[in-house]
């Protein structure tokens, strides 16, 4: 994680990560202000409230509560050296609590992750630079990145080029646009399965996770997934670029196109293909309104469509890109070594993810591997051994469905919760499709995060309802039909292979298309340096369903972003005016309006969990409709999921409004101790928003322009160093 710290008034620091800020001070006696903690007292305390929080997750996973539990520490200076120190951590616990969960407990407290890195001795590397946001590679040295170390090469299969190089192609490409690629955290709770957390630095919204059977394979898999989606703008799906990129003369790619929209709002001529209009718009009912960007909202400059190669001829097709982050998510992207390499990995996934969806909605009984079989493969059998160790039952299924798909499935069960997790794994390779299979179930996971598996079903509803599936693509968290466990399989084992050369292996799952009269589309990008495609299939790689683009799109961000944005400066007639659109749009009043309108406001903040039932009563309390907003304020507590403050906020403005609204009540007479209850800051606000003296308190100003809104700027930021560099590549100026 980066860390940058600034200079305040005195000896006053304040340290900037993510969306958070510490300071710190010295005592008085030390020629500080004693404003602060100060850096040491902060070390000191991260150690106790570390080994706090996994005791905390101890407990939470064992219904153990933890309001009779007390942690506390103490460090005892050696007198000779006091950079010689014990830490001491006391936990009391209560009398009636099991010698096990004892035992357990203290456990717990020693996975302290403070502790592990002090006991291990970290290296502290102080140096110059002429410019840190600049020194990109920093946060990766140690990986084993050396460009052209021969003697080192680690050759995998599925790959054309070993480890090393890749890793060195990719991260030089991050430098040279200017990232700061950092690894927050890394993973391999059990042999040959690792995974991590890679980010940009200075915008944490970028992320992917890498998954291997080896550490440098994971860190390869999170590099190659990082510029994938930089390539395809994945970071920057459903959110604003802000003014000036949309004002550009390309928002996108230097190679998109602008299609006018026609005066009946009718799809334009030279928009996809008939054999994608008549999947995309079955009922006639899709409209030129219904495509415009989300990311720009120009629906002055129509709209923005992308090329893409229609496979069976080499045709360019476009397609829009709103229908494309409506549909797809990022099914179907990969970067690679080479073109083939990165082909053959999108196809795969596009076949692992309708191979699953087919398998879980149908609940298709899937047949084991053999145990003969799986002894050909002892790394993964080690693996899948330490699962079992921890008592985690684990299935091991051939789901080629007969021998006709290159995928693998390995299901978890956990018998303390009853939850399993089904992970799919694709790839020409049974070897490579089986480890994928093993990695994409840990990815990311620690053993407490086994415990939110979700329980398996007997509802057949359940399993095929559409938002299963998207449950099951974003983060596995969808459920299976018990079914799926029965020793009565529905097809027989078949020990497959599709193997060949990535070109050969590439051929040979277009073919498979093909078969089933499917059509792929091609966008190729090498604009960044590294070889990344985009292939879909229409009527096959959809994550939603193709409804959405009529009845759910993104792009209803346009009919609310200024308003919502310019809220402070409305007059009560633009107000009354958004109010009305927001009820007639009968959207879920728990969306949150940060996600309703594509802007990242900064954690912590009342933006970032405002929600539209929430935004709604502050337009009420503007609009003086407080019958209205007691109403919304009742619904807000009943389902409240949002900060305790916020809580508390909103019953001190329940109990206000219903003495407002009773004549026969006297505010004054409950003045005195609904501050004593609630705060005097709570009660101004309140008071305020009541008396109209403040208008939607909690709420900073902002507007188009995105002021104060640091997390989403530099989101946009992040997408001006991609913007700059493919304006470069085509020879355009930017401004």
């Not at 050759?155 to 480890?163: F, Q, R, V, Y």
């Not at 003014?243 to 929209?261: C, G, M, N, Q, T």
């Not at 990311?295 to 097709?317: H, M, Q």
């Not at 559409?466 to 039909?481: A, K, R, T």
Request: proline fraction near 4%; include cysteine.
């Amino acid at each position: 994680m980066e860390i940058k710290v600034n200079f305040l008034e005195n000896l006053r620091l304040a340290a900037k990560f993510d969306d958070f800020t510490v300071e710190t001070d010295q005592p008085i006696r030390y020629k500080g202000d004693g404003s602060a903690p100060s850096p040491f007292d902060y070390f000191l305390a991260s150690s106790a409230l570390c080994a706090a929080y996994f005791v905390r997750l101890y407990c939470n996973a064992r219904d153990i509560p933890t309001e009779n539990i007390r942690l506390s520490q103490n460090n005892i200076v050696d007198p000779e050296n006091r950079y010689n120190q014990i830490f001491k951590i006391q936990v009391e616990l209560p009398e009636d609590l099991s010698e096990k969960d004892r035992t357990g407990i203290l456990r717990a407290a020693e996975r302290c992750s403070v502790k592990r890195v002090i006991q291990n001795a970290p290296e502290f590397q102080i140096e110059t630079v002429e410019n840190i946001d600049e020194d990109a590679q920093a946060l990766l040295m140690g990986t084993n990145a050396k460009d052209g170390d021969a003697g080192g090469e680690t050759w995998i299969e599925g790959k054309d080029l070993p480890l090393e190089r890749t890793i060195a192609n990719m991260t030089r490409i991050l430098e040279d646009l200017g990232m700061k690629i950092e690894i927050a955290s890394w993973r391999n709770i059990v042999p040959n399965v690792w995974s991590l957390h890679l980010r940009d630095a200075a915008s944490p919204m970028c992320f992917t996770n890498g998954k291997g059977a080896t550490k440098e394979a994971a860190l390869c898999s999170a590099l190659g997934e990082f510029i994938e989606r930089l390539s395809c703008n994945f970071f920057y799906n459903d959110q604003f670029f802000g003014e000036a990129i949309a004002d550009s003369a390309f928002v996108h790619y230097p190679s998109e196109r602008w299609f006018p929209l026609e005066d009946d709002d009718a799809l334009p001529a030279g928009l996809l293909d008939a054999h994608c209009r008549a999947i995309f718009d079955p009922d006639g009912e899709l409209r030129g309104s219904h495509l415009i960007d989300t990311n720009s909202g120009r629906k002055d400059r129509g709209i923005v469509a992308l090329p893409f190669k229609r496979r069976s001829d080499g045709e360019t097709v476009y397609f829009p890109s709103n229908l494309i982050e409506n549909l797809y998510l990022s099914n179907g992207m990969s970067a690679g070594n080479t073109l083939a390499e990165a082909e053959v990995q999108c196809l795969s996934e596009i076949f692992e993810r309708a191979v699953k969806k087919e398998i879980i909605e149908q609940e298709i009984v899937l047949p084991d591997v053999p145990e003969e079989v799986l002894a050909k493969y002892p790394g993964i059998q080690e693996g899948i051994a330490a699962l079992e160790a921890q008592g985690f039952p684990v299935l091991v299924k051939d789901a080629s469905l007969g021998g006709r798909y290159p995928v693998m499935c390995v299901t978890l069960m956990n018998p303390r919760t009853g939850g399993v997790f089904a992970s799919f794994g694709a790839h020409p390779s049974f070897q490579v499709a089986l480890e994928r299979s093993l990695t994409e179930l840990l990815q990311g996971r620690s053993f407490e995060g086994l415990n939110d598996l979700p329980q398996p079903t007997f509802s057949s509803l359940a399993v095929s309802e559409p938002n299963n599936f998207v449950e099951h693509f974003i983060d596995s968290s969808g459920v299976i039909s018990w079914r799926f466990f029965s020793d009565r399989t529905d097809l027989d084992f078949h020990e497959w292979d599709f193997a060949g050369t990535t070109a050969e292996e590439a051929e040979r799952l277009y073919g498979l298309l093909a078969d089933q009269g499917l059509e792929a589309y091609v966008m190729e990008h090498e604009d960044l340096g590294a070889p990344v495609c985009r292939i879909l299939v229409p009527g096959y790689s959809e994550v939603y369903p193709v409804e959405d683009l009529v009845w759910d799109n993104t792009n209803m961000a346009l009919d609310f972003r200024a308003d919502i944005l310019h809220l402070h400066t409305l007059e009560d007639e633009r107000l009354a005016d958004l109010l009305e659109r927001l009820e007639e749009s009968q959207l879920d009043d728990h969306i949150k309006v940060g996600t309703l309108i594509g802007i990242e406001f900064d954690d912590n903040t009342v933006w970032s969990e405002l929600t539209i039932l929430e935004l709604k009563l502050l337009i009420e309390l503007a609009l003086g409709e407080y019958e209205a907003a007691l109403e919304h304020v009742q619904m807000f507590l009943q389902f409240n999921d949002n900060t305790v403050q916020r809580g508390l906020f909103h019953q001190a403005m329940q109990a206000v409004l219903e003495i407002a609204l009773d004549d026969d009540l006297d505010f004054n007479d409950y003045h005195r101790n609904l501050t004593r209850m609630f705060g005097e800051e709570t009660m101004r606000q309140v008071i305020g928003a009541v008396n109209d003296e403040i208008r939607f308190p909690g709420l900073t100003p902002t507007s188009m322009g995105l002021e104060g809104i640091d997390r989403h700027q530099r989101l946009i930021e992040s997408y001006r160093k991609l913007h700059a560099a493919r304006a470069a590549g085509a020879g355009i100026a930017t401004s």
